[in-house]
């Protein structure tokens, strides 16, 4: 089956600055790519997703980028806030039916 | 329109017993979701539901694991009998379905803590 990696159990960036968090998934046939936070004692919430029919995705802030050769995504985050910080995790819908596989997760602090 | 509801949101249990979480997902979803949640594994799928029928049962977790969708708007997780190794948080989502893919709604969790 899909198998996500996230390749970064952490990171940590200044106010201001951008962070990238990077993921890779072994299934060709993935088509869907979502994206979801998780604060501090809370559930996930979707933040962005992507199709395998387009290779970029902005929504304010976020971008995620998909590159179906290298089978590689990344979700990017311009002028961060505090307010970002949070686990981020990447999914990759499997063949089949609509099961997610879902990364590890990144813990993302923004150092004020 | 309200989210998907887990209840309880914690829940205490001696190894051994059977306990019970429950969702209600987004009122008119398709699909439903159990997955648990721990800081070495990551989120595990245990259950899968289209349209009420089951779509996966999440492999590993057959044996003391079971999900039931009594209808579309209620599902239950039951686990029997529990161990130590069963604490996690178990997180339902449901989603729209149909034929594009779309995003989850998670539900806050249910917090298990197995003694």
């Known amino acids: 089956g899909e198998k996500v990696e996230q390749h970064q159990s952490t990171l940590s960036v200044r106010e201001g600055d951008s962070a990238v968090i990077n993921c890779t998934y072994t299934?060709?046939?993935?088509?869907?790519f979502p994206w979801y936070k998780q604060e501090a004692g809370k559930s996930l919430h979707f933040v962005i997703d992507?199709?395998?029919?387009?290779d970029r995705k902005q929504s304010q802030r976020l971008t995620v980028l998909l590159d179906k050769k290298a089978k590689r995504f990344s979700l990017h985050i311009t002028a961060t806030q505090p307010e970002d910080s949070a686990i981020y995790f990447c999914?990759?819908?499997?063949?089949?039916?609509?099961?997610?596989?879902f990364g590890k997760g990144t813990s993302l602090t923004v150092i004020p | 329109d309200a989210g998907v509801t887990q209840t309880p949101r914690h829940e205490v249990a001696e190894k051994g017993q059977t306990i019970i979480l429950k969702c209600e997902p987004v009122?008119?979803?398709?699909?439903l979701f159990w997955y648990r949640q721990t800081k070495i594994q990551g989120l595990e799928l245990l259950s899968y539901?289209?349209?009420?029928?089951?779509?996966?049962d999440g492999g590993a977790f057959k044996d003391r694991f079971k999900a039931e969708m009594l209808n579309s708007s209620f599902s239950t997780l039951k686990i029997q009998p529990t161990e130590p190794k069963d604490s996690a948080v178990y997180l339902c989502?449901?989603?729209?379905?149909?034929?594009?893919?779309?995003?989850?709604?998670f539900g806050e969790g249910s917090k298990l803590t197995v003694l």
């Open positions: 989502a449901s989603s729209p379905g149909g034929a594009n893919t779309g995003q989850l709604y």
């Open positions: 299934d060709t046939a993935s088509s869907y």
């Open positions: 999914a990759a819908e499997g063949t089949g039916y609509q099961n997610f596989y």
């Open positions: 992507i199709r395998s029919n387009v």
């Open positions: 539901f289209r349209s009420k029928s089951l779509m996966e």
């Open positions: 009122s008119g979803h398709n699909d």
